[in-house]
């Protein structure tokens, strides 16, 4: 009986819903106030009689039986074990002895810590592995309650898993019995708490984002592409023929049909510019288009010398993001901002703040205008809002909702998923006030401050992804001490305003000239040097100074330090 009473120390009710559930434990205990049963024998395997049924009790628990019909752990396995720690002298579901009581979950976790994460990351794929890992960097933790079971819930995936020794025995909520994706999310989330994997190690092993490519499409794409831009260059701008932009156009439909959506966006962007030089634009800058097509031809030069499939994916860009669950959100909905980009679409991009982890998400609504001779201004701002939201694109930048089943990307652009729910749960109020309470980290009076925290811990490849045209979507808020007047340039079609802090220190405002801008533009330069407002837009460095590119500028009265202002 010594074995037996040792073997059943550590196990308690958790353990025991664990390897069957909640309803059956329930049952067991109802059973065993009828006394209909009996330990039979005390062996390497106990035999007990439960209500005209035979069970035998095994070590682990999981592999006990009955001779009922049920190939699961049934009500009468269950009373059989409480039988026989009742046998042992003990009360079932008692509390145990702390030296004791831990000791599965010891068990368990050393179980955990030895599974191997290449099982793991093969059975979860590159979808839900990656989806995982921008959860982790995003402190959005699953619920796990640690006992003799460890519960995880996984609510992205509308399952529960209970991990118990040992782990062939753990159970999921979609009754699988094998190692399912569930299973597998759980044991990844533990280690990853416990520290016992590491989310850059898992990467690797998960072989996320390798596309395949059809690499004589591509070795033959790129040949044309340097080809085109060589005679391109021999020819001049000064002798070259207005037909190019022709041409450009076939090279971005080439990009596209081998899935090098970068190299699509390119050429747009230089087609863009040519067609702006032929036309006389102001806009047109010769210093824009030859960084344009350096960039271009280096890539092509670089795709050309690309061997593997990651290197092409590397300079290929994506078409589509890759969305991933984020979750419940709750988002204040900030600015909007209209956009038409030199790749050849327009939109609107609605920036939200959220409540609780003060993180920037984006909306985008998009649609391709390069084929369009003249574009059909204001569409964007009539659209929808997407999830279900009784609202325009444009009232949702005063709105506050909460999203259920939120999906984003890497970026923390959010999907227009028909799964995700959106319910409204109110306004910012008729002024449309926001307080720097609530603003995060984003609020800055210091400008030094704003440079070591937003720019000069940066790596190197920051600054590189504006210069492709990929600007980041955290915003910050800058409240100056004061400003000067601001002023257009004629030769550069861009205005600019210096912004400056109590201590001196500037960050200069740049807006080129668009139409699209051109309110903007004329608001800002109304602005008088003795009234401060608060600017919100994207900082980046050039030149040694730091620049913004604004979103939106808001009143005095719009955003407060203290609630009891204005």
């Known amino acids: 009986m010594g074995d037996w009473r040792s073997r059943l120390a550590d196990v308690d009710d958790d353990y ?56 699961s752990i049934c009500r009468h396995v269950v009373l059989g074990i409480l039988a026989l720690k009742e046998n042992a002298g003990e009360e079932p579901g008692q509390a145990q002895p702390e030296g004791g009581k831990h000791i599965l979950a ?67 909520t979609c009754h699988r019995k094998d190692l399912c994706v569930h299973k597998a999310a759980a044991l990844l989330w533990f280690k990853l708490e416990k520290e016992m994997s590491r989310a850059e190690e898992l990467e690797g092993e998960g072989g996320l984002g390798e596309p395949s490519f059809d690499k004589g499409q591509i070795k033959e794409a790129a040949r044309q592409m340097k080809s085109f831009l060589e005679e391109l260059i021999h020819t001049g701008l000064a002798r070259v023929s207005p037909d190019v932009t022709d041409q450009m156009e076939r090279f971005a439909t080439i990009s596209h049909n081998a899935g090098l959506a970068e190299f699509e966006g390119y050429f747009r962007a230089l087609q863009d510019s040519y067609g702006n030089y032929f036309a006389r634009k102001a806009s047109f800058c010769t210093k824009t288009l030859m960084e344009q097509f350096s960039r271009l031809y280096r890539r092509a030069e670089l795709l050309l010398g690309a061997e593997s499939d990651k290197e092409i994916a590397g300079l290929a860009g994506e078409f589509k993001a890759e969305y991933f ?55 964007q701002e009539r659209a929808r809002a997407p999830w279900g939201v009784p609202l325009s694109l444009e009232d949702m930048a005063g709105a506050r909702m909460k999203l259920t089943g939120a999906r984003c990307d890497s970026r923390g652009r959010l999907s227009a998923s028909q799964e995700t ?39 190197v490849s920051w600054l590189k992804k504006r210069e492709d045209g990929k600007r980041e979507t955290e915003l910050v808020f800058l409240r100056p001490a004061f400003c000067q007047k601001a002023f257009f340039s004629e030769t550069e079609q861009k205005l600019y305003m210096s912004l400056y802090d109590e201590k001196g220190k500037e960050v200069v405002i740049e807006a080129a000239y668009s139409k699209n801008e051109a309110w903007g533009i004329r608001y800002l330069e109304r602005i008088k040097e003795e009234n401060h407002p608060c600017f919100l837009g994207k900082i980046y460095l050039r030149e040694g100074r730091i620049r913004m590119y604004p979103v939106a500028v808001f009143e005095k009265g719009e955003v407060l330090e203290d609630e009891n202002d204005g």
């Not at 600015?335 to 003060?358: D, I, M």
């Not at 319910?423 to 720097?436: H, N, Q």
Request: net charge positive; charged share 30%; with cysteine.
């Open 106 to 172: 010891s068990k368990l976790m050393e179980e955990i810590g030895a599974y191997p994460d290449a099982l793991l990351c093969r059975t979860l794929g590159s979808r839900h592995l990656q989806g995982i890992l921008e959860q982790k960097k995003a402190s959005r933790i699953p619920p796990i309650t640690y006992a003799s079971v460890i519960t995880v819930e996984l609510a992205e995936m509308g399952q529960t898993v209970k991990l118990l020794s040992p782990l062939e025995h753990s159970s999921c």
């Open 421 to 459: 729910k959106g319910e409204l749960l109110g306004s910012r109020g008729k002024e449309k006030r926001l307080y720097v309470k609530d603003l995060g980290g984003w609020y800055y009076r210091d400008f030094g401050k704003l440079f070591t925290e937003r720019i000069g811990n940066r790596k």
């Open 325 to 379: 669950p984020a979750g419940t959100l709750e988002l204040t909905g900030i600015a909007v901002e209209h956009f038409e980009s030199q790749t050849g679409y327009e939109g609107e991009t609605v920036y939200f703040l959220e409540e609780n982890a003060k993180e920037w998400y984006t909306y985008t609504w998009a649609r391709p205008v390069f084929y369009e001779d003249v574009k059909r201004r204001g569409r």
């Open 16 to 71: 025991l819903i664990g390897i069957a559930n909640k309803g059956i434990v329930k049952r067991a205990y109802k059973d065993k106030e009828e006394g209909n049963y009996k330990v039979l024998s005390l062996d390497a395997e106990a035999e007990v009689s439960v209500g005209g049924e035979k069970v035998i009790i095994r070590m682990p628990l999981g592999e006990s039986s009955c001779s009922c019909p049920s190939r």
